[in-house]
């Protein structure tokens, strides 16, 4: 490892997952951001930069700010879907090098599963999303499938492939209390649920759920203070490719192929030096796609990668191990809990589902319909 | 024709105007880039190749290449009364892409295969493009 220790994660927590009746989005961000600046041994008073996503207010920024009690002297509120919350780390680190902030609060909060305002369409399109909205694909998830089945056409991928993670990802989720979905499914199981849209499966698919989180990121001098050891922010990239589906350039390449490359040239590691990766799993198909534009396997080899259980509790290549956004929560934007994971995991923190020895871990967020990418790379001491 | 009134309708402002209008009409249109002489697809003021404001439409041949598709189970709003139902990807022979229905025997449909532009008039208003398997 060659990269600077300029920012780590020093506080991590949830808020109450799965369904939360009678809870608005600003309470579980105000629970999860309480709860990670005690993780980190801070109080409010130390955060002065500010980072949420979220389609809850015209600008979440200030309806959060004021709700928290917080004036902060940095605010960022990129929203580039569910990786948001990797580029906000990265700008938080960015922000610190500059000498602008010492201790950001990164927060997201959501109560889709209670509102169910995930599939109220509005009778008009407007802008650049009229060519395709008409038609009728649900979205996101007929846009991955899109992608999934150009995939298997160009590599002979499987859904038998594609079921291995869904099966090893609930695997993990039987050893998290926090998870939603705990019992154990087959290859089986996940090729005799329903189709959502061809080639993808109900058990392909996240789940909707409610919940919040918060990331509390310090200077390398306000991270001495904190009650728990650092991790190590060691690199980080960001880039997005499209907004609609039919302007993706290639259905089987991500932007974590840039994202990806920038984060391990910055982190100064390889591949192999990974312990445990976090990769947002909102479809069975974006981990394959990912894993493949992060370099962990050749285009086209992301079925055999992930087949034989290899990323499922034993295997020798763990991955979402908290139960992923397919068995664990998915509140409509899920990056800032594969940031909070990949802490808890480098912390030692994880009980049954604990890595051994994990030193570190690759991050990897993916918005909108495999629109945008961010990956991080964070190590501990 | 009377359509639901949940159904997702595109509003036509001065980017994609001439391209509804030209459906209307049962005529593909694109666009072309004066100067560096890219197709570009959908519809804008400016180049996205080469950042040129001289961008003007132009009729598409109206035949290209499954890209990719598929088949949609869940649907919502209006849609969910029409499941299953096939959408596609198509790579048109001028070198853009597209979303669509594919009409057709959804048995038949598959990547690579060729297709042609058909007309789906919605009602008075809005036509969609839709492809169907040549």
Not at chain 2, 106 to 111: H, L, N, P
Request: glycine letters at 10%; one cysteine or more; hydrophobic letters at 40%.
């Amino acid at each position: 490892m060659s990269s600077e220790r300029i920012a780590a994660i020093v506080g991590v927590a949830e808020s109450d997952l799965g369904e939360t009746p009678g809870k608005t989005v600003l309470q579980l961000q105000a629970q999860a951001a309480k709860a990670a600046l005690e993780d980190a041994g801070f109080e409010k008073g130390d955060v002065d930069a500010l980072f949420t996503a979220g389609n809850w207010a015209w600008s979440p920024n200030l309806m959060l700010a004021e709700y928290l009690g917080i004036q902060p002297k940095f605010t960022d509120g990129t929203n580039i879907g569910g990786s948001s919350f990797e580029a906000h780390l990265g700008h938080a680190v960015a922000g610190i090098r500059a000498g602008l902030f010492d201790v950001a609060l990164i927060t997201y909060g959501s109560t889709q599963r209670t509102d169910r305002l995930r599939q109220r369409l509005s009778p008009y399109v407007t802008l650049s999303e009229q060519y395709e909205r008409s038609f009728g694909l649900p979205t996101p998830v007929g846009a991955y499938a899109l992608a999934a089945m150009r995939h298997m056409h160009q590599y002979g991928t499987t859904s038998e492939q594609l079921a291995e993670i869904a099966v090893a990802t609930r695997k993990w989720a039987t050893m998290n209390e926090k998870a939603m979905m705990r019992e154990p499914i087959e290859i089986a199981d996940v090729l005799s649920s329903r189709w959502i849209a061809e080639p993808l499966h109900l058990l392909d698919c996240c789940l909707v759920t409610d919940g919040g989180g918060a990331v509390v990121v310090a200077s390398k001098a306000a991270a001495a203070r904190a009650k728990k050891a650092p991790v190590w922010v060691l690199g980080h990239g960001e880039t997005h490719t499209h907004n609609t589906i039919s302007n993706m350039p290639d259905l089987t390449v991500t932007g974590a192929r840039e994202s990806g490359k920038r984060a391990f040239e910055m982190a100064g590691v390889t591949h192999s030096e990974i312990d445990v990766a976090e990769i947002y799993d909102s479809f069975t198909i974006t981990v394959l796609l990912t894993l493949e534009a992060l370099g962990f396997c050749k285009p086209g080899e992301g079925g055999a990668f992930v087949s034989g259980q290899r990323t499922a509790p034993g295997g020798d290549f763990p991955m979402n191990t908290n139960g992923g956004g397919l068995s664990y929560c998915h509140p409509g934007m899920y990056g800032i809990f594969l940031l909070i994971e990949a802490t808890r995991q480098l912390r030692g923190e994880c009980g049954p589902r604990q890595v051994e020895h994990a030193r570190l871990a690759l991050v990897n967020g993916t918005g909108g319909v495999l629109s945008s990418t961010s990956t991080a790379i964070l190590g501990r001491d | 024709m009377k359509v639901d009134p949940t159904f997702p309708r595109p509003v036509f402002d001065g980017d994609s105007t001439p391209f509804w209008e030209g459906l209307k009409q049962h005529e593909l249109l694109i666009q072309q880039c004066k100067d560096c002489e890219q197709y570009i697809f959908y519809p804008r003021s400016i180049c996205p190749h080469c950042f040129s404001e001289s961008v003007s439409f132009v009729p598409a041949q109206g035949s290209g290449v499954i890209y990719s598709y598929t088949v949609v189970h869940r649907a919502f709003g209006p849609f969910a009364k029409e499941t299953p139902f096939v959408i596609g990807l198509i790579d048109l022979r001028e070198g853009v892409r597209m979303m669509a229905r594919i009409q057709g025997p959804r048995e038949a449909v598959a990547i690579g295969k060729a297709v042609r532009v058909a007309y789906h008039d919605v009602d008075d208003e809005l036509t969609l493009p839709a492809f169907e398997l040549v």
